[in-house]
């Protein structure tokens, strides 16, 4: 995991929010999904190479504010990113958002479609297909986790995300960690995804990438498909042998896909 990038803090509606940033070139906002946000991960570095990588931590994560309680519906939600933005300064810049936070990303590009300049969605929720609706994370222990979200949970990417504790306070800090980010991610994703974003999907009109991992059991591989076709031109790109971490998995191969869209 890469440690070294510049950190700042902006203040969002009197929240401080903690922002990493690194590189040089256009802007790259990268709105984290449910896991794996701590840290500064090989994709972000790649990435870094290129564009001005900006990395805040979502409300609710960590020791971010606000909390979940603090915003009441997405549409909050997504107003609160427009004005993260504007407080980074940052105006139509490329957005690639996991799980939540391509959610997050495609309500942005709906309701402002001037507000994206491209955009990337991998492992994206905010849809739901009843015949293949994903594994309920919300229900999966604690020790289950790995399985569902890396290809191969003994990697060393699965281990760094979800290591084995190695003591009880290890153990709870994990587990309260645990409880924090789903009592956030569950404000806006439970008991369905479903919250209208495939009705306002036909509004984004930012060239769109989305990406998927063929072994996904959260956001399995044929919700790319139906977000590629609810927005206009929008292009696919499966990921073979990874799961619904594919940027931690095979960061190299995440990173030059997205590269390859935005600069092309």
């Known amino acids: 995991m890469v440690t070294q990038q510049n950190g700042q803090v902006v203040t969002v509606g009197g929240a401080e929010i903690e922002v990493a940033s690194k590189g040089s070139g256009q802007p790259l906002v990268y709105l984290h999904g449910a896991f794996g946000y ?10 870094a190479e290129d564009f001005t990588v900006y990395a805040p931590i979502q409300p609710g994560f960590a020791d971010s504010a606000p909390g979940p309680e ?26 690639v958002g996991h799980f939540l936070g391509g959610m997050i990303a495609a309500e942005m590009a709906s309701i402002r479609p001037d507000s994206i300049r491209k955009l ?25 986790l790995r399985g569902i979200l890396f290809a191969d949970p003994n990697s060393d990417a699965a281990k760094s995300v979800l290591p084995e504790p190695a003591d009880d306070l290890e153990r709870g800090t994990q587990i309260l960690e ?18 209208g974003l495939k009705k306002r999907m036909g509004r984004i009109k930012a060239r769109t990438l989305v990406v998927v991992g063929d072994q996904d059991k959260v956001v399995p591989a044929s919700y790319g498909n139906e977000f590629g076709s609810r927005i206009a031109g929008a292009s696919v ?28």
């Open 38 to 47: 701590r840290g500064w991960h090989p994709f972000m570095d790649a990435l």
């Open 70 to 95: 603090d915003i009441d519906e997405l549409l909050d939600l997504t107003l609160y990113h427009f004005d993260l933005l504007d407080a980074l300064g940052l105006e139509a810049p490329n957005v």
């Open 120 to 144: 990337v969605l991998a492992a994206p929720a905010g849809i739901w297909l009843d015949d293949e609706p994903g594994v309920d994370y919300f229900a999966t222990p604690m020790e289950e």
């Open 178 to 195: 645990r409880v924090r980010s789903l009592a956030t991610v569950g404000k806006f994703l439970w008991p369905i995804p479903d919250k």
């Open 237 to 264: 790109h499966t990921m073979s042998g990874t799961g619904h971490m594919m940027m931690l998995e095979q960061p190299g191969e995440f990173a030059r896909a997205v590269k390859d869209f935005l600069q092309g």
